[in-house]
């Protein structure tokens, strides 16, 4: 399966009900979350149930309030899913009797479709900030948290002792936060604190 960036242009035609956009969308996300569910849910009429009121709930929000980062589409989905997902167990789990030898579902653990996708997302948008950080802030980042080498040999490398060391990365972050922050649209990035 290929993966698909989204972008402003896209969710403006899917708004819209530009016709092609939406035989993207419904067909794009059909097979993700037929994927994510497919573990979960056994039922081919409740993967259906999901899947359905998964996108009535995306186009409504889409609708009345938009979104702020286009280009997290995919993650927004799988936010969306992982809810009506939720509250599928939930409602199917009530209507089951303790005293029957059916035991409810457990979700699956580990990533799914939708979570790569976010993942690969959040990954290209690093990758992107870093080829606009200035290259002494870029190839440090990287050599010390992208590669994990050692703070000495990086230290050695770059011509400075490992307490110089200590004050250049923590400008390479501080840099690499607020073009994070800026990116997305000023909201400081998880675990943040430097």
Known sequence: MQFHSFDAGYVDDLCAGDRRTQEHFAG????????KLGSRLHSPQAIEDVRQETFVRVFSVLRKDG????????????????????????TSSRGESLD????????????????????RQIKDKVREILLDLAPRDRLLLKAVFLDERDRDEVSR???????????????AKREFKTAYSKSIGGRAPLGASA
């Open 28 to 35: 794009y996300f059909t097979q993700l979350i037929q994927l």
């Open 67 to 90: 979104l702020r980062q286009p280009e997290r589409l995919g993650a927004f989905v799988n936010s969306i899913c992982n809810h009506v997902l939720l509250e599928y167990l939930r």
């Open 100 to 119: 029957e030898e059916v035991r409810p579902e457990l979700p699956a653990v580990g990533a799914d479709a939708l979570d790569m996708v976010a993942a």
């Open 157 to 171: 490398e770059f011509g400075v002792d490992r307490e110089y060391l200590r004050v250049l990365l923590h400008r």
